[in-house]
Nanobody
Framework: EVQLVESGGGMVQPGGSLRLSCAASGFTFSSYDMSWVRQAPGKGPEWVSAINTGGGSTTYADSIKGRFTITSDNAKNAVWLHMNSLKPEDTAVYYC??????????WGQGTQVTVSS
């Protein structure tokens, strides 16, 4: 059974930091690109970042470039999103997804991030 389990969300003040984690199982992790996708209230999904778990290359949406960093560890079947300098507009449910960006095969259940003073 494929599982993607996110954790690490919560409430943080503007300018703060959070680290989201995604634990994967049930598929060959190192064969899939891994992404973070977020959905803010009343808006559609927004791709945030992706990592090629085979080669380590990363890509970022312009809205978070320079503030967020994606990392992964094939030995742990895990991917992380390190979020710094958080803004209220970063408030969203953050999902971990496996597959080609835009054509993901698997999704997690999401973790809520709220940035508010």
């Amino acid at each position: 059974e494929v599982q993607l389990v996110e954790s690490g969300g919560g409430m943080v003040q503007p300018g703060g930091s959070l680290r989201l984690s995604c634990a994967a199982s049930g598929f060959t992790f190192s064969s899939y690109d891994m992404s973070w996708v977020r959905q803010a209230p009343g808006k559609g999904p927004e791709w945030v970042s992706a990592i090629n778990t085979g080669g380590g290359s990363t890509t970022y949406a312009d809205s978070i470039k320079g503030r967020f960093t994606i990392t992964s560890d094939n030995a742990k079947n895990a991917v992380w999103l390190h979020m710094n300098s958080l803004k209220p507009e970063d408030t969203a449910v953050y999902y971990c997804a496996a597959g080609v960006p835009g054509s993901w095969n698997y999704w997690g259940q999401g973790t809520q991030v709220t940035v508010s003073s």
